[in-house]
């Protein structure tokens, strides 16, 4: 059993009360992790205040030199690293090998912005001169989910440091460890003591705590829309920035003149990490014309995917959980219920382990709770349509719009789907996955704010504005 102690202001700091994580894979018990009560979260947003008056002054050059520190050391460590990672998430070497790899871009990518960080002039009269700047916040919260803890930890605080804010990070403690080893990282490449804190702990405990604290300048939540709602009503007093992601219910439409290969290669993606993924096409609209030929080659390609209990052999990870992997068979059970018609997959392979074999399930109506609820597992609905403006009502018909996919070799078909699909990001004849160079908005209730590219940067700053008086006259 390996133990994860709690960070804070660059010490570690071990607590009576722990809890075990399991590998998904086989429920077998891999770690012992502390949990933080309210004390230990106020210890560390205290830490992270205080550490605050000097990161906040240290030049943006040298910030980002900090930052090109932690990335080169999250490489040095990506084989432990993402062994733990696939201890806790049941994902193999090789994905867990991509996700460090994916954290150290993220840093490694802020890190080349941290002087680029800037305000503008504003031309007035003669007499005076203005200009604004961009200042941190202060101490940011976040809250890590899950399913991808060390990617989508660094997405956020990674921009969040190189504006000059400290950082107080939550981790999920149904897989805590790969954060850990992030902030271990962050120690042992020098970044100051206070800046990066790790507090684990219940989301009812230590989680609520953050989000409580008075100090607290902004707060960065992945997960379920009714924790983030709860979020944003325990901060309406005190107007701070928030970063809510919430989930999705994506739309993959594939037209009859689609590269039928490549879209069908598109639609299972969404079996990647058992499909426990926010923005997964999990949502699939053919037209009719093709319909019967292209759910071939989609369910062709579902059967030939291996289910395995080694993370390592398997195409189709574990769910995180045995109460995810009961949640996603009572879907699909009430998908059967509804009418409609199981094409692959659609039960649970054996006993050890929190598998579910990824499953395709056609003729369902579009009000079923499997067409219209987040189930964050392998499970992919298909639908026929006849025409652009049908499918367009019936993909935007959720309350959910992070992403959505078209698959088209007409360019002036793709750019009118696109123009009308309620979604933060389009993609087209590719279902490519969120990269740091690009922003990752959210509509309707997947939430608010935008992490990636220079948008994060506007976000973890405040604009200040300075208008003087100047006399211009020579002497």
């Known amino acids: 059993m390996r133990e994860y102690d709690l960070l804070v202001d660059g010490e570690t700091l071990s607590r009576s009360e722990t809890a075990t994580v399991r590998d998904p894979s086989s429920n077998q018990p891999v770690a012992s992790i502390a949990l933080a009560d309210e004390s230990d979260v106020a210890s560390a947003v205290a830490a992270a205040d205080s550490a605050f008056e000097e990161w906040r002054t240290v030049d943006p050059v040298t910030r980002g030199h900090h930052l090109r520190d932690v990335a080169d050391e999250l490489r040095a460590r990506k084989t432990e690293i993402a062994e733990r990672h696939t201890e806790e998430t049941g994902r193999s070497l090789s994905d867990s090998a991509r996700s460090v790899e994916y954290a150290a871009e993220y840093f490694e990518y802020y890190a080349g912005l941290t ?124 107007l701070i920035p928030l970063n809510l992601e ?63 209990r080694d993370p390592n052999e398997t195409d189709v990870s574990a769910l995180i959980s045995p109460s995810a992997q009961s949640e996603v068979a009572s879907y699909v059970d009430s998908a059967r219920e509804a009418g409609g018609s199981i094409s692959a997959g659609g039960r649970i392979p054996f006993e050890e382990g929190n598998f579910y074999e990824p499953t395709v399930i056609e003729d369902v109506p579009d009000d079923a709770a499997v067409s219209c609820e987040e189930i964050f597992g392998p499970v992919l609905t298909v639908y026929r349509f006849d025409s652009e403006r049908e499918v367009v009502e019936r993909a935007n018909d959720t309350e959910y719009g992070l992403y959505a996919g078209v698959w088209t070799s007409d360019l002036d078909r793709a750019n009118r789907i696109a123009d009308h699909l309620e979604a933060g990001t389009v993609t087209v004849n590719n279902y490519a996955s969120p990269i740091p160079q690009v922003p990752f908005p959210a509509y309707k209730q ?28 020579l002497r």
Not at 169 to 193: F, I, T
Not at 195 to 214: F, K
Not at 447 to 472: C, F, P, Q, W
């Open 246 to 308: 919430l989930g999705g219910k994506s739309p993959n439409i594939v037209f009859a003149d689609a590269d039928q290969e490549a879209a069908a290669e598109g639609a299972v993606k969404l079996f990647n990490n058992a499909g426990q993924s926010c923005y997964a096409g999990t949502r699939l609209f053919v037209a009719d014309g093709i319909y019967d030929e292209f759910i071939d080659r989609v369910v062709s390609r579902v059967e030939a995917m291996n289910v395995q």
């Open 115 to 238: 002087h680029r960080i800037t305000g503008e002039t504003v031309p007035l009269s003669h007499e005076e001169f203005d200009y604004t700047r961009r200042e941190p916040l202060g101490v940011t919260g976040h809250i890590i989910p899950w399913n991808s803890p060390l990617l989508l930890g660094s997405r956020s605080i990674a921009p969040a440091l190189a504006c000059g804010n400290t950082v107080v990070a939550k981790p999920a403690q149904l897989a805590p460890m790969a954060v850990h080893e992030l902030g271990r990282a962050a120690s042992d490449a020098g970044l100051p003591d206070g800046v990066l804190n790790i507090v684990s702990g219940r989301g009812s405990t230590a989680g609520e705590a953050l989000v409580t604290n008075d100090r607290i300048s902004e707060l960065t939540f992945t997960g379920s829309k009714a924790v983030g709602l709860h979020i944003r009503e325990s901060v309406s007093d005190r």
């Open 446 to 473: 997947s939430g608010i704010g935008s992490e990636y590219a220079t948008a994060a940067l506007h976000h973890y700053t405040k604009v200040k504005n300075v208008r003087m008086s100047v006399d211009r006259t």
